[in-house]
């Protein structure tokens, strides 16, 4: 069964930094590119970050300079270093198989400022 467990969310101030870590369960994650996604209260959820399976990486905007998308497929794990931290990077923060509709539970992050 694949299935996607996120880590790593937690309340920051203004500044700060944390690293989410995405643990994937089967087979698929090593040839699969993948993307964090993040929902903040009353908006849409938006890509945040993207990595192919060869390491390839896309940003939005917003967070370029700031966060950082890695991945070990050794250890079947998606990684989002998380630097300088905004208050409007507050959300629940999503992995998920960029072409398979398959998501974890996400992770909540909160920035105080």
């Known amino acids: 069964q694949v299935q996607l467990v996120e880590s790593g969310g937690g309340l920051v101030q203004a500044g700060g930094s944390l690293r989410l870590s995405c643990a994937a369960s089967?087979?698929?994650?090593?040839?699969?590119?993948m993307g964090w996604y993040r929902q903040a209260p009353g908006k849409q959820r938006e890509l945040v970050a993207t990595?192919?399976?060869?390491?390839?990486?896309t940003y939005l905007d917003s967070v370029k300079g700031r966060f950082t998308i890695s991945r070990d497929n050794g250890k079947n794990t998606l990684y989002l270093q998380m630097n300088s931290l905004k208050s409007e990077d507050t959300a629940v923060y999503y992995c998920?198989?960029?072409?398979?509709?398959?998501w974890g539970q996400g992770t909540l992050v909160t920035v105080s400022s």
């Open positions: 998920k198989y960029r072409n398979l509709g398959i």
């Open positions: 089967g087979s698929i994650f090593s040839i699969n590119a």
């Open positions: 990595i192919t399976s060869g390491g390839t990486t």
